[in-house]
């Protein structure tokens, strides 16, 4: 009877240092995962940063572009007209089109930038929420004890993956066809001018 009870505590203290190992070390993967989810957040963060700062230089490069078409054309529509055998009026008409045009083009590229930039934006926030999830639900896989226990957490995982790839996605998609509705109506606008 004394060997059984002795038994018992050996096996409740196994049980009871196997227990703290797994908390040690769900502790430790869920200080990991809190140092990875920082870098993510870091790293979206310079991410974003780099595309809004692109977008600023391609939008300035259009605008430079535009101004430096205008001057040009400006400059020019009355030789630019004697070339076509156009009088002073139409090249200036022709003049103030291909402004227009270029002045178009540039206001769609720009609201693509931005859109561009929000997507990206969007695609590393889910990058990030994702990773912080996996290592909560990382710990709970430390937790389980029984099969069943880790079947039901990694059955939530994949469930709760999925839910969040798919809603990211639709935000995504929705960004994408703003942005291409925005751009659309620009060109449609001056189209009718």
């Known amino acids: 009877m004394a060997d059984t009870r002795h ?32 870098a993510g957040e870091d790293l979206s963060r310079v991410s974003a940063d780099f595309l809004h700062q692109n977008a600023e230089m391609l939008q300035n490069s259009w605008r430079f ?23 002073a009026d139409e090249a200036q008409r022709a003049t103030e089109r291909s402004v227009r045009n270029t002045q178009t083009v540039m206001e769609s590229a720009t609201a693509v930038s931005k859109g561009a930039n929000d997507i990206s934006r969007e695609y590393f926030q889910f990058t990030r929420l994702q ?54 109506k620009r060109i449609a606008m001056q189209r009718a001018a």
């Open 65 to 87: 572009g535009v101004e430096a078409v205008t001057e040009a054309m400006n400059r020019s529509s009355d030789h630019f007209g004697r070339t076509f055998g156009w009088n």
């Open 131 to 184: 990773m912080e999830k996996n290592m909560d639900r990382l710990i709970e896989l430390w937790r389980c004890r029984t099969p069943h226990e880790l079947a039901a957490v990694q059955s939530d995982l994949i469930r709760d993956t999925m839910t969040e790839v798919l809603e990211s996605g639709r935000r995504m998609a929705d960004m994408s066809l703003k942005v291409a509705d925005e751009a659309g």
């Open 7 to 38: 038994e018992n505590k050996s096996n409740q203290k196994a049980d009871e240092s196997f227990r703290q190992v797994g908390e040690e070390a769900a502790e430790q993967t869920r200080r990991i995962g809190l140092t990875a989810a920082k």
